[in-house]
C-alpha cells in the first residue's frame, strides 16, 4: 500500500512535461469555471454598461453596446487563461510564450471589439447627407480590413514576426497578383467612382445604353447587382457601368406625358378649343399632377400632319412606381378619349386620299 501511495505521489508531482497534475488540474478548473460564468459574467459587464447608456439621449452608445456582447465573452476566457499563466510553473520559452498568448487574447479583445464598434458607428453618421447606403457599406467593409490588419501586425510583433520583411518579401509576389487582377482593380476603382459621385444607389431604377433596365440591388467591391423586371439578377462588372450612360430612374422629380393627340381635319377651331382647354383643365384638377411652376402643363395645337391636326400635351406626374405610373396615364387616356366624344370630334388614323382626274375609257 505504501509503494502504491508512493508511486501516486511521484505521478502526481511529475505531472506532464514537469507540471504538477494540481496545477494542471487547477487551470483547468479555471478555465471550465470561466466558460460556465461568461454568460452571467457578460450580463453584469452589460448590465453596468447598460445604466450608463440609459443616462444618455444619443442612441449610439446602445447600438456599440450591442455590438459588444461578443468581445465581452472572450475577457472572462482571457483572464482565465493569465490566471493559469500565474498558477502553472511555467519558465523559459514555455512561459514566454504562455504570456505572449494571453498578450495575443488581449489584443484580439480588443480590436474584436473596435471591428464591431465600427458598423454602429456608421449607420449614426448614416444620417448625413453625404454618406449614402453604398458608401456606408464600402466604409465599413474598408474600417473593419484596416482594424483586424492592424490587430493581426500587433499579433505577429508580440511573437516577434518582423512586419517589414514580411511584407519587403511579399513585394514580387504582390507586384505578379497586381498584373494579374487588373480587371479586379479597375472594378474597384469604377465602383469608388460610382459611390462617390452617387450615380446610383441600391434600390434604384436605372437604365443602361437601352440596353439594360432593372433594379440596382447592391455594389459590391467587382460587381454590382441588377435585378430587370423579369425578376433575374444580373451581376455587371463595375467598369461596364462606369463608361456607358446610365439614366437613373430613381432619381426622378416627376414623370413626364409626352403626347401627340392626332384628331381629324373635320374639327373646326371652336372644337379644338374646347378640347386643348377641358383636357388642360382635367390635368390641372387631377390630384395626379404637378402644376406648379415649370410643371405648368402644356396643351396645345402644334402642327398640321399629313393626315391629322395634332394636339400636344405634355404634364408633369408626380414621382410614382410603374404600376401607378400606368393608372395615372390610363386615366388621362379615357379622359381624352370622352373630351373628344363630347365634343362631337374623332381621332385621325394614317390615311390617303387618291383623286381621279380622269375614267380610263
Avoid at 377651331?269 to 395626379?288: G, H, P
Wanted: hydrophobic share 50%; glycine share 6%; charged share 20%.
Amino acid at each position: 500500500m505504501d509503494n502504491f501511495i508512493k508511486l501516486v505521489s511521484e505521478v502526481w508531482n511529475s505531472g506532464f512535461l514537469g507540471i504538477d497534475l494540481g496545477s494542471i488540474i487547477s487551470s483547468l478548473i479555471v478555465i471550465l469555471m470561466a466558460f460556465l460564468f461568461r454568460g452571467f459574467i457578460i450580463s453584469i459587464i452589460l448590465n453596468a454598461l447598460g445604466r450608463l447608456a440609459e443616462s444618455t439621449k444619443s442612441k449610439i452608445d446602445d447600438e456599440i453596446l450591442n455590438a459588444l456582447r461578443r468581445p465581452i465573452g472572450l475577457i472572462p476566457i482571457t483572464i482565465a487563461l493569465y490566471i493559469c499563466t500565474l498558477i502553472l510553473p511555467l519558465s523559459g520559452l514555455i512561459g514566454d510564450i504562455a504570456t505572449n498568448i494571453v498578450k495575443a487574447f488581449v489584443i484580439f479583445t480588443i480590436f474584436s471589439a473596435l471591428a464591431n464598434s465600427v458598423k454602429p458607428i456608421f449607420e449614426a453618421l448614416s444620417t448625413s447627407s453625404w454618406l449614402t447606403a453604398s458608401m456606408q457599406m464600402w466604409l465599413e467593409r474598408a474600417s473593419k480590413f484596416i482594424v483586424w490588419v492592424i490587430g493581426v501586425a500587433i499579433i505577429l510583433d508580440i511573437f516577434g514576426i518582423q512586419i517589414g520583411p514580411l511584407v519587403a518579401g511579399l513585394g514580387l509576389f504582390s507586384v505578379a497578383v497586381a498584373l494579374g487582377a487588373q480587371d479586379f482593380f479597375k472594378n474597384l476603382i469604377s465602383g469608388i467612382l460610382i459611390i462617390g459621385e452617387h450615380r446610383f444607389q441600391p434600390g434604384d431604377r436605372i437604365e443602361v445604353s437601352g440596353q439594360l433596365h432593372g433594379i440596382v440591388e447592391s455594389i459590391g467591391f467587382r460587381s454590382t447587382v441588377i435585378r430587370s423586371f423579369d425578376t433575374a439578377p444580373m451581376v455587371i462588372p463595375n467598369k461596364d457601368l462606369s463608361d456607358v450612360k446610365v439614366i437613373n430612374h430613381g432619381e426622378m422629380i416627376n414623370r413626364r406625358i409626352n403626347w401627340k393627340i392626332n384628331l381629324i381635319y373635320s374639327t373646326s377651331v371652336e372644337q379644338l378649343e374646347a378640347i386643348r382647354n377641358e383636357v388642360k383643365e382635367y390635368i390641372i384638377s387631377s390630384k395626379d399632377f404637378s402644376t406648379e411652376g415649370d410643371l405648368d402643363p402644356v396643351v396645345r395645337v402644334v402642327e398640321l400632319g399629313g393626315s391629322s391636326i395634332d394636339l400636344l400635351v405634355v404634364a408633369y406626374a408626380d414621382p410614382m412606381g410603374f404600376a401607378a405610373f400606368n393608372k395615372v396615364k390610363e386615366n388621362l387616356i379615357f379622359n381624352i378619349m370622352k373630351i373628344v366624344k363630347s365634343n362631337k370630334s374623332e381621332f385621325a388614323y394614317p390615311s390617303t386620299s387618291l383623286y381621279v382626274e380622269s375614267m380610263p375609257k
